[in-house]
């Protein structure tokens, strides 16, 4: 060996440096919440300095010298397979500010997920995916070229390198929640996903239209999960012209007695309302979508028969063609039993526009007045502005309780006769026998 004393003296304190960031690793595992976070600033301290400092020669212009590998161990760090690191993630987010720690964390977020979900055979991590799902899901991506100004370390070359261009970041971005989304997720994970899909991730996918896949999956699942997954489906058709021949049918077979009982109730309809809301939806679909909601109604609470009962009102305002339900001639009596098909999957089978709103007219005669008094306006022909149900979406039975508990009676309907004095009472007993001096 023809090293000089000098480069022996450097090799021994290359591999004592290699072996404190080995051992800063292990620490990163400690049972102590200080002795991770202490590990995880100082491997990032290591982080900064060696962007600044290269390990490597810079052999020829447009080398990337930025740390990858010691930024790829503080990621494996923050993704344990068998503990909630939510914590330590949350004291790391303030480097994720750095265009380009976020951008070489989201490469090193991609190469773990292929490495540990790989060898799962598509059974779900819960751990180490909601990990996963904490680190990137706060991720704050540039709307622009000219925001991205924040690198820990600006180098000579970094004009020509990928970190510096917002398409790059988009294509690792977009490759790093398809990586993830595409394995089989635990289930809680799927609402926390699709809530913020339309905020914090369809925008910044250079191709949207690549979700549908996980939406589909996620669709399978039923109840709230199904709905939100449809709000994502709803988006891609309506923004980016995504062919979807079955939306509504799959919505409308999301009806069924639990929407008007569950505690996600308000988003459901708030979203349904956003569905309907085109004035070129064919008269046959909202007209199979107002018979359903209202056959489901009969079983239905109060609260929230008080907040149906505007939305088919406001279906009726949208399109007037389905007044027919409410006008027919005869209505019910011409008929010896109802047309419509509750049974029926598809909305254009369902016979709906042969029916009559036989339903509504049953809430008439509710026992909870407010009811009666809300089902009683279909009587009358509707005004053009639409009702506002926002305030109702979240009505619940104590706040129904609490209003009826306060109204104040101004005269109560009583059956005997009011007195008038002690003995005022015509034929009374007492009048007879006693008199006042």
């Known amino acids: 060996e023809n090293y000089s004393a000098e480069d022996k003296y450097k090799i021994w304190m290359r591999h004592r440096y290699n072996d404190c960031v080995g051992c800063l690793a292990e620490l990163m595992g400690h049972d102590a919440f ?108 540039p709307n622009k070229e000219c925001d991205m100004v924040k690198f820990m370390v600006k180098q000579d070359n970094w004009e020509e390198l990928k970190v510096s261009k917002l398409q790059a970041h988009k294509q690792a971005f977009e490759k790093m929640w398809l990586s993830f989304l595409k394995h089989k997720l635990p289930t809680g994970l799927y609402k926390k996903v699709l809530v913020i899909l339309h905020d914090s991730i369809l925008p910044y996918m250079n191709e949207p239209t690549l979700m549908i896949d996980f939406l589909t999956v996620a669709y399978g699942i039923g109840g709230a999960i ?57 008269a046959y679909l909202v007209a199979a979508f107002i018979k359903r909601l209202s056959r489901l109604a009969l079983t239905a609470p109060p609260e929230a028969l008080l907040m149906v009962i505007p939305f088919i009102c406001n279906l009726f305002r949208r399109h007037p063609a389905c007044k027919v339900l409410v006008h027919r001639p005869n209505g019910p009596e011409d008929m010896s039993e109802d047309p419509y098909i509750m049974e029926e999957e598809s909305p254009s089978e369902s016979r709906a526009l042969e029916s009559s709103l036989w339903e509504i007219r049953s809430l008439q005669n509710h026992y909870h007045p407010d009811v009666a008094k809300a089902a009683a306006v279909l009587n ?11 305030g109702l979406l979240e009505l619940s039975a104590y706040e129904l309780f609490d209003k009826e508990v306060k109204k104040k009676a101004a005269d109560v309907p009583l059956e005997f006769e009011q007195i008038r004095g002690l003995f005022g009472k015509k034929n009374d007993i007492f009048a007879e026998h006693f008199s006042l001096d």
């Not at 490597?56 to 690191?85: H, Q, S």
């Not at 988006?235 to 062919?243: D, G, V």
């Not at 009358?380 to 926002?390: A, C, F, G, K, V």
Request: overall charge negative.
């Open 380 to 390: 009358q022909s509707l005004s053009e502005i639409e009702d506002d149900i926002s």
């Open 34 to 141: 200080q002795v991770k976070e202490l590990s995880l600033c100082t491997l990032m301290k290591f982080v900064e300095l060696e962007a600044q400092y290269p390990l490597i020669k810079v052999e020829w212009k447009g080398t990337l010298t930025f740390p990858r590998e010691l930024l790829k161990v503080v990621v494996d760090g923050l993704l344990p397979l068998n503990e909630d690191a939510s914590l330590l993630i949350s004291r790391f987010q303030e480097y994720m500010e750095y265009d380009d720690i976020r951008y070489f964390v989201i490469k090193a977020v991609t190469e773990s997920i292929g490495q540990v979900m790989q060898k799962t055979k598509e059974r779900p991590l819960p751990f180490y995916q909601q990990n996963v799902f904490s680190l990137i899901s706060p991720i704050n991506m």
């Open 226 to 282: 199904s709905l939100l997954a449809l709000n994502g489906l709803f988006i891609l058709i309506h923004q980016h012209n995504l062919e979807y021949p079955d939306f509504y049918k799959k919505l409308y077979s999301l009806l069924d007695p639990s929407i008007y009982h569950v505690k996600y109730r308000a988003r459901f309809f708030h979203l349904a309302d956003l569905f309907l809301s085109s004035s070129h939806l064919p």
